[in-house]
């Protein structure tokens, strides 16, 4: 026998007797209920999403231990985000996102959190926004918006979710770009500003489709302009901001992600939970519904994409002055 051969049945008897060397690790199950946290309010487009996910979940017995949605909408986002860091079982936590997963942060740096210490589950779609107001302002287009909302200066009123979230970005936008002077309100959730436009308790709002479409659909709320690059197939005849001349469109990340701490082996259980989510019949319909775009993203791909995004919102709050 050659040394060669006596060394390699000495490595190959030691890795037996230990199992170091031959055991694969076990997969990850979850062993209890996974805390499914919302970032928002009831009723709006991430609560939905949530829950929705829950559905397929439990109905194609994806899962050995059920999904529990909780909504933390304080802080735009921020109680949800310290509620996640602070995990006392990060593998079993996740959470359903919106942006103020990159503003919030922005916005309160005393809160440290680190967006890339978020265990990159999937993005699982992007969302749309359009500018709403109700059917009988009489307004019909872009330029009468802009005409009557301008003549109105403070007094009109544009409700959205959370303050200098998505929904107030793209209302300084407007503000900032078209000389208007609108104030703009908050609230915990798209559901709820959609309701106070249809109860015309607002002059308006940037809601997501899926937040506004059943109104839509009683004919109370009237969509003016797209903030996307194309139009979207739901709504044929309303066009974009930038078919109306202006340079910008803004989307909004529906994202799942992992509390900080969260194992390689959770990370891979729940990435491979929601792709088989996003690949469900039900899911897809819902995102044809909803006007939702984007492909599924995960790992690396989708922390190249928060850096990306980050670093877009940080340009974005300075230019509006809510971050210096």
């Given at each position: 026998m050659t040394f060669t051969k006596r060394a390699f049945i000495g490595l190959a008897g030691a890795a037996a007797m230990t199992g170091l060397m031959v055991t694969p690790a076990a997969a990850f199950e979850p062993t209890k209920p996974i805390d499914f946290i919302i970032m928002?309010?009831?009723?709006?487009?991430?609560?939905?999403?949530?829950?929705?996910?829950?559905?397929?979940?439990?109905?194609?017995d994806l899962s050995s231990?059920?999904?529990?949605?909780?909504?933390k909408s304080g802080g735009s986002g921020a109680e949800a985000l310290i509620a996640a860091k602070g995990a006392a079982d990060p593998d079993h936590t996740i959470m359903v996102t919106l942006n103020s997963f990159f503003t919030t942060p922005l916005?309160?740096?005393?809160?440290?959190?680190?967006?890339?210490?978020?265990?990159?589950?999937?993005?699982?779609?992007?969302?749309?926004?359009?500018?709403?107001?109700?059917?009988?302002?009489?307004?019909?287009?872009?330029?009468?918006?802009?005409?009557?909302?301008?003549?109105?200066?403070?007094?009109?009123v544009m409700g959205g979710t959370g303050k200098n979230s998505e929904d107030n970005i793209?209302?300084?936008?407007?503000?900032?770009?078209?000389?208007?002077?609108?104030k703009y309100i908050p609230y915990k959730g798209g559901?709820?500003?959609?309701k106070q436009v249809a109860g015309k308790q607002l002059n308006s709002s940037v809601n997501n489709p899926s937040e506004a479409l059943g109104f839509y659909e009683s004919g109370d709320m009237v969509p003016l302009v797209a903030f996307t690059d194309e139009?979207?197939?739901?709504?044929?005849?309303?066009?974009?901001?930038k078919?109306?001349?202006?340079?910008?469109?803004?989307?909004?990340q529906r994202a799942v992600v992992g509390a900080p701490g969260m194992s390689d082996e959770a990370l891979a259980y729940y990435t491979d939970l929601f792709t088989k989510v996003y690949n469900s019949a039900d899911w897809q319909e819902?995102?044809?519904?909803?006007?939702?775009?984007?492909?599924?993203m995960s790992g690396q791909e989708l922390k190249d994409y928060w850096e990306v995004q980050i670093a877009r919102h940080d340009d974005i709050l300075r230019a509006s002055g809510a971050i210096k």
């Open positions: 928002a309010g009831k009723g709006g487009g991430a609560d939905k999403m949530a829950r929705l996910m829950q559905a397929i979940v439990e109905k194609e231990r059920p999904l529990v949605p909780t909504n916005r309160q740096p005393g809160l440290e959190i680190d967006n890339m210490a978020f265990a990159p589950v999937g993005r699982m779609a992007e969302d749309t926004f359009l500018l709403w107001v109700h059917k009988d302002s009489g307004i019909t287009t872009f330029e009468g918006f802009l005409e009557t909302a301008k003549a109105d200066g403070n007094a009109w793209i209302t300084d936008f407007l503000n900032g770009n078209y000389g208007l002077d609108m559901g709820a500003v959609a139009r979207l197939p739901m709504f044929p005849d309303v066009p974009t901001l078919e109306k001349g202006g340079d910008f469109s803004y989307f909004m819902y995102k044809t519904k909803k006007s939702l775009m984007g492909d599924f």
